[in-house]
């Protein structure tokens, strides 16, 4: 355990249905981000929350919309995905605010999003 | 926008040879340069960080990286691997006052080491 939680570890969705992955840290950390890790490419940021204000959205499709109700947990709402989006969902934390570029980021084992 | 460049996306070692992975990255001021591991079937986890002070760190497991800055890069070495060394690096940049971009992964390297 990282003390990063995300739930479910494994999901199957519809391009109809709607879902969300959430994550929970036990960290007391500042910041908490939101990641995309596909087959033979960078991780991707998707979203960031900072001191419970999202600072960076990343141009992500409208299809993904996180939610932050506290410094302790992020969700990540799912709705009309398509199949391109299936790959491995990681959630962060840090202690130190995104923006000091110093953000040792401790991640949670991931979600892993099949869409059919 | 800013980059990392992993040069190795598969490498493939017998143990006890010697590894360097490397990485370079885009220029954009000041730098933080990480080095995560991913083992098979576990989470991401950070294997050593450089934020200032001796360009050569040292971090867990007997990995080691060196900040070259004039060269922007920060390739991570093993002198000797293990079977369990088998993993994915990613090697990440944060830029300091840079905006509230996180971290900058590159696209992992693949190591494999064959007993």
């Known amino acids: 355990e990282t003390g990063v939680t995300q739930t479910p570890r494994h999901l199957v969705m519809g391009m109809t249905n709607k879902k969300s992955l959430k994550c929970e840290q036990h960290l007391g950390h500042n910041a908490m981000y939101w990641y995309k890790q596909s087959a033979k490419k960078p991780l991707e940021l998707m979203f960031v929350y900072s001191l419970e204000e999202r600072v960076e959205n990343n141009s992500v499709p409208s299809r993904f919309s996180p939610e932050c109700p506290n410094s302790s947990h992020l969700f990540l709402h799912l709705h009309t995905l398509q199949p391109e989006d299936s790959a491995l969902y990681l959630c962060?934390?840090?202690?130190?605010?995104?923006?000091?570029?110093?953000?040792?980021?401790?991640f949670g084992a991931g979600s892993r999003l099949t869409v059919l | 926008a800013q980059s990392v460049s992993q040069h190795n996306h598969h490498v493939i070692l017998s143990e006890a040879a010697s590894l360097e992975l490397g990485c370079n990255y885009s220029y954009g001021g000041t730098v933080n340069l990480f080095w995560y591991v991913q083992y098979p079937g576990q989470h991401l986890q950070l294997l050593l960080k450089?934020?200032?002070?001796?360009?050569l760190v040292k971090g867990i497991k007997g990995f080691e990286a060196e900040f070259i800055k004039s060269k922007f890069s920060f390739n991570l070495r093993k002198p000797s691997v293990q079977w369990s060394d088998t993993a994915e690096y990613f090697c990440a940049v944060g830029y300091s006052g840079g905006g509230a971009d996180g971290l900058t992964f590159g696209k992992g390297t693949h190591l494999i080491i064959q007993p």
């Open positions: 962060a934390s840090s202690q130190e605010p995104s923006t000091s570029g110093a953000n040792v980021l401790t």
């Open positions: 450089y934020f200032s002070g001796d360009p």
